[in-house]
């Protein structure tokens, strides 16, 4: 079974920086594409960005300029290093997996970030 786990959510002030892990177990972590989506109260789950594989970082334009999305193989870990954190970046963030073979998706089970002053 493919677990996710989040953790590095909270509160903080706008203008902060916040980094988020997610722990992956029970599959090749490097066979797996990872990637971060946040959903806002009220609004749909939206996709902030995914890594391939090889490191390669894919992050949506919205967010290119202060989100980083990065992975460590070896420690199965994904990690998304938010600054400039604005209030509208407030949203529960999820990190998901797909398997590269078979397609199949994971999901974690949500961290809150709430930025606000």
């Known amino acids: 079974q493919v677990q996710l786990v989040e953790s590095g959510g909270g509160l903080v002030q706008p203008g902060g920086s916040l980094r988020l892990s997610c722990v992956v177990s029970?599959?090749?972590?490097?066979?797996?594409?990872m990637g971060w989506y946040r959903q806002a109260p009220g609004n749909e789950r939206e996709l902030v960005a995914t890594?391939?594989?090889?490191?390669?970082?894919d992050p949506e334009d919205s967010v290119k300029d202060r989100f980083t999305i990065s992975r460590v193989n070896a420690k199965n870990t994904v990690y998304l290093d938010m600054n400039s954190l604005k209030p509208e970046d407030t949203a529960v963030y999820y990190c998901?997996?797909?398997?590269?073979?078979?397609?199949?998706?994971?999901w974690g089970q949500g961290t809150q970030v709430t930025v606000s002053s």
């Open positions: 890594i391939a594989p090889d490191g390669t970082p």
């Open positions: 998901n997996a797909v398997a590269l073979f078979t397609g199949r998706t994971f």
């Open positions: 029970g599959s090749v972590f490097s066979l797996l594409k």
